[in-house]
């Protein structure tokens, strides 16, 4: 079994199908399968189990998967050192990033000036699927998080935003408690912002109607230009969306950055860490 055989039952795993699987890895599903059968005739005891095409571990494969994890994290550091000792500095920086998506286009941008050979990867951030070669995770939560490894950035205020030509957009302030008969979009389930947005409902004294769950932030904002519906959202720099201030409960959001400790840190994400402490203070002092 070689570290490609690995990389593959972890990405079976993270896409939970054979079909999704395949597009992801480039191959066919028979040749998934002929994997799957000759890794776990290897280790001799079947590792997941199979619904059609869907396939989820087994208590065998929940122990196997963490083995599988932990020697690709110690061979991608021990490429990434080995590459710097030799000169050929990594100029990637690979992130997962969940509701704090809009902050980090003009973070990137910034870096870029002073590090213009630098590129970047950006994925979505989904429970248990970052990757195990994501340098850095940005997440939001409502309250401090202390944590060793969860570094935080910045507080930002949230705003009710809408469509201009929503009848709350020419008011000075809103109270969230009296919005409970309006239509809310939420962010997926998946998204830091989902339990953000609904944490202040509930405290409005409300549970808003949960049909109306987006799973992509483009068309989130889209219906909201559109006016079919309203959200909770940190500042953006949209002239297509009105941003009311909320005036009976303080809502905010707290952005924080995690570091993943088990890959090797190069020279690049040691200084890219340090850009995204200042580049949040100075937006927080400037704000």
Same mark, same amino acid.
């Given at each position: 079994?070689?570290?490609?055989?690995?990389?593959?039952?972890?990405?079976?795993?993270?896409?939970?199908?054979?079909?999704?699987?395949?597009?992801?890895?480039?191959?066919?599903?028979?040749?998934?399968?002929?994997? =799957?059968?000759?890794?776990?005739?290897? #280790?001799?005891?079947?590792?997941?189990?199979?619904?059609?095409?869907?396939?989820?571990?087994?208590?065998?494969?929940?122990?196997?998967?963490?083995?599988?994890?932990?020697?690709? +994290?110690?061979?991608?550091?021990?490429?990434?050192?080995?590459?710097?000792?030799?000169?050929?500095?990594?100029?990637?920086?690979?992130?997962?990033?969940?509701?704090?998506?809009?902050?980090?286009?003009?973070?990137?941008?910034?870096?870029?000036?002073?590090?213009?050979?630098?590129?970047?990867?950006?994925?979505?951030?989904?429970?248990?699927?970052?990757?195990?070669? =994501?340098?850095?995770?940005?997440?939001?939560?409502?309250?401090?998080?202390?944590?060793?490894?969860?570094?935080?950035?910045?507080?930002?205020?949230?705003?009710?935003?809408?469509?201009?030509?929503?009848?709350?957009?020419?008011?000075?302030?809103?109270?969230?408690?009296?919005?409970?008969?309006?239509?809310?979009?939420?962010?997926?389930?998946?998204?830091?912002?989902?339990?953000?947005?609904?944490?202040? +409902?509930?405290?409005?004294?409300?549970?808003?109607?949960?049909?109306? =769950?987006?799973?992509?932030? =483009?068309?989130?904002?889209?219906?909201?230009?559109?006016?079919?519906?309203?959200?909770?959202?940190?500042?953006?720099?949209?002239?297509?969306?009105?941003?009311?201030?909320?005036?009976?409960?303080? +809502?905010?959001?707290? #952005?924080?950055?995690?570091?993943?400790?088990? #890959?090797?840190?190069?020279?690049?994400?040691?200084?890219?860490?340090?850009?995204?402490?200042?580049?949040?203070?100075?937006?927080?002092?400037?704000?």
């Amino acid at each position: 079994m070689n570290i490609q055989t690995l990389r593959t039952f972890i990405a079976i795993n993270r896409y939970g199908t054979l079909t999704e699987a395949a597009r992801y890895l480039n191959l066919t599903q028979s040749a998934l399968s002929r994997t =799957v059968r000759q890794i776990e005739e290897e #280790i001799g005891a079947p590792l997941f189990i199979h619904h059609g095409n869907r396939l989820t571990l087994n208590r065998s494969g929940v122990k196997f998967l963490g083995m599988a994890e932990d020697i690709i +994290c110690r061979y991608d550091s021990s490429v990434r050192e080995i590459k710097e000792d030799n000169s050929l500095f990594d100029r990637s920086i690979i992130m997962s990033v969940s509701s704090a998506g809009l902050s980090i286009p003009p973070l990137i941008h910034g870096f870029r000036k002073l590090h213009p050979e630098t590129w970047f990867s950006m994925r979505s951030h989904e429970k248990e699927k970052a990757g195990t070669d =994501v340098q850095f995770t940005f997440f939001c939560s409502i309250s401090r998080i202390d944590e060793p490894d969860a570094v935080f950035l910045a507080e930002e205020q949230l705003y009710l935003t809408a469509s201009p030509s929503n009848p709350l957009a020419k008011l000075p302030s809103v109270a969230l408690s009296e919005l409970s008969s309006k239509r809310f979009l939420f962010a997926d389930f998946d998204n830091d912002m989902h339990s953000i947005q609904m944490h202040y +409902c509930r405290l409005a004294g409300f549970a808003p109607d949960m049909d109306n =769950v987006v799973d992509k932030q =483009v068309i989130m904002l889209m219906l909201l230009e559109l006016d079919e519906g309203i959200t909770l959202l940190p500042r953006m720099d949209n002239p297509k969306l009105a941003q009311i201030p909320i005036r009976d409960i303080p +809502c905010t959001r707290m #952005i924080y950055m995690r570091k993943n400790t088990h #890959i090797y840190e190069t020279q690049l994400a040691r200084e890219f860490e340090r850009y995204c402490i200042d580049y949040f203070r100075s937006r927080t002092q400037r704000s």
